[in-house]
């Protein structure tokens, strides 16, 4: 376990120096200024600018400089918000980012797993078709699109809801729907395909044979069992929330990391663009390598895959 768990590391480690490499040219090769009315400023005042942000250096050296200071936890400074640092713009964000995702995973993990499950024990029937519908709707159907259609019947229409806030409980219903549907989706197909698997086993007639209970058969075995491979998703579904947050946020005016990297590529700041980059590579990388040990621990033999000795 111990080389599975270091070779995984590396894995991410490597992948992560590639993500900012390539983010760091990614963003020298940007048309346009990163000063706002550069036009307006002066050669001088440019070449002052340039100078103070280490921009009039070689390619290479500013490349150096750059990782040097992202191994030291430094993402530099704003261009959009004078005298702000990337650092304190993010920690401000993540919160609210925060709050979003893990409604939207906690709701999608527990109506996918209980429409998974009412789709399994009712296989064949209305209700596992019902299921299995929404489930392909909530794959087939974007974020944004869920959104916005919800913005303009609840909010515009209706009144019900405030189309652009956040700020109370009414204000996430239509944000955490929109994000939590796709999990939704995938963890009822998912619980449905592992809970009738789980049935048919002999182990589920044996249970049933000793006399035990529907209820008993369904909720300690039949349900438990069908749980463990449910954990291996939970963290790439809260992947996909993230990524569909940076559009959603922006959508529904909220607050979060999205919202603001949206922000910076309009107005061009560089430092925030890369920095969200960064931190959103970082939970990419946490996240699968979570998902790696979580797979390793199920199923010893992927560890004897992986390298584990």
């Known amino acids: 376990m111990v080389a599975y768990i270091l070779k995984r590391i590396l894995y991410m480690l490597i992948t992560f120096f590639v993500i900012v490499s390539l983010s760091f040219f990614a ?44 191994l030291h936890g430094d993402l530099g400074v704003s261009f959009q918000y004078e005298g702000r640092t990337v ?11 925060a709050d979003l995702g893990i409604e939207a995973t906690i709701i999608g993990v527990l109506i996918g797993i209980i429409l998974g499950a009412i789709a399994a024990l009712r296989r ?13 709707l909530g794959i087939s159907v974007p974020s944004f699109i869920l959104a916005q259609l919800m913005q303009y019947y609840f909010g515009v229409q209706l009144r019900w809801l405030p189309v652009a806030k956040w700020d109370g409980i009414e204000s996430h219903i239509m944000p955490v729907i929109a994000l939590a549907v796709g999990s939704v989706a995938v963890i009822a197909r998912y619980m449905r395909n ?46 996909t929330v993230i990524t569909g947050s ?6 529904f005016a909220i607050p979060g990391i999205g919202d603001q990297f949206v922000s910076s590529i309009v107005t061009n ?41």
């Open 27 to 70: 963003m020298k090769l940007l048309p346009g200024s990163p000063y706002r009315n550069a036009a307006k400023l002066g050669p001088e005042l440019v070449a002052q600018l340039n100078h103070q942000y280490g921009f009039d250096k070689p390619i290479p050296v500013q490349y150096i400089n750059y990782l040097n200071k992202v």
């Open 87 to 97: 650092n304190s713009i993010l920690a401000s964000k993540v919160p609210v980012s």
């Open 124 to 136: 064949g029937t209305w209700l596992d078709y019902g299921v299995m519908v929404i489930a392909v």
């Open 194 to 239: 592992e809970m009738i698997g789980v049935l048919g086993s002999d182990y589920i007639d044996m249970a049933r044979a000793k006399g035990l209970s529907r209820p008993a058969v369904v909720i300690k075995h039949a349900m438990r069992n069908s749980l463990v491979p449910i954990a291996t998703i939970v963290i790439p579904s809260l992947m």
């Open 246 to 251: 940076l559009v959603i946020e922006n959508i």
């Open 269 to 309: 700041d560089y430092p925030v663009i890369m920095g969200t980059t960064i931190l959103f590579s970082i939970f990419f990388l946490v996240g699968i390598f979570l998902t790696d040990l979580a797979y390793g621990v199920i199923d010893p033999r992927i560890r004897v895959a992986g390298g584990d000795s």
